[in-house]
């Protein structure tokens, strides 16, 4: 028997447990519906407030006047970290975690923000395969229809992304069953396009420039399925 064989093979599956165990901690899981780690697409993760109800709406203190303490859910608490009580936002992500209450404005940002990432990449890339799982047929067919025209006249984009400087979220709208949420994305970006012999004719591949977009993602509450797609794409600059 080989002990010190047996000894690595064990110390090795402790850690795959280890990371397993913590990778579903933080993307979350959904009973029947398999997803892949690190997936930018899947920005649902169990909202604190969902431990609040089985807890009996547990509440936390927030600081008051003097001699005072104020306490408020742990739902309101996570909406209020984004959009300030009383704001138009916050009745909007209000009227959103009513009809999804597994949305977490906090999570959201952070998948928003590798979605991002990806979208962008995988467009200078010309990676329409993966651009396909995370937009909307209307946008994608827009992405596509630029990326083959580029192709057609031998172009060629070499970016490097940065990285993001802010993400925050904008408008919150409940449509029907459809949940509609507005991110505004200013982001570093080393951008260039080469023609068919090379030459850059747009961006500089030496330069980081700010980008600044504003992209309004969507999902059905009814739906079983947690991923969001890009519906709408602006552009500040």
Known sequence: MNIFGDLTTIVTLVIAVFIFLRLRSVLGKRTGHQRPPFNPRDMRVPLPGDK????????????????ETETVNETDAAIAAIAKPGTKLNKQLKEVIAADSSFNPAS????????????????????????????????YDGFASAISERESRSEQVRASFVGIDSAKIIAAELNRSEIQITARFVSQIISATYDSEGKVI???PEQVAEVTDIWTF????????????????????
Do not use: C, H, Q
């Open 52 to 67: 609040a109800k089985r807890d009996g709406n547990k509440v936390i203190p927030l600081p008051a006047g003097e001699g």
């Open 108 to 139: 959201f940002l952070d998948g928003a923000k590798l979605a991002y990432e990806m979208i962008v990449t995988a467009f200078a890339d010309g990676d329409k395969k993966t651009l396909k799982n995370l937009l909307s047929r209307e946008v």
């Open 202 to 204: 747009e961006g500089d």
């Open 218 to 237: 969507a999902r059905d509450a009814r739906s079983r399925d947690p991923n969001w797609k890009l519906v709408a794409t602006e552009s500040e600059n």
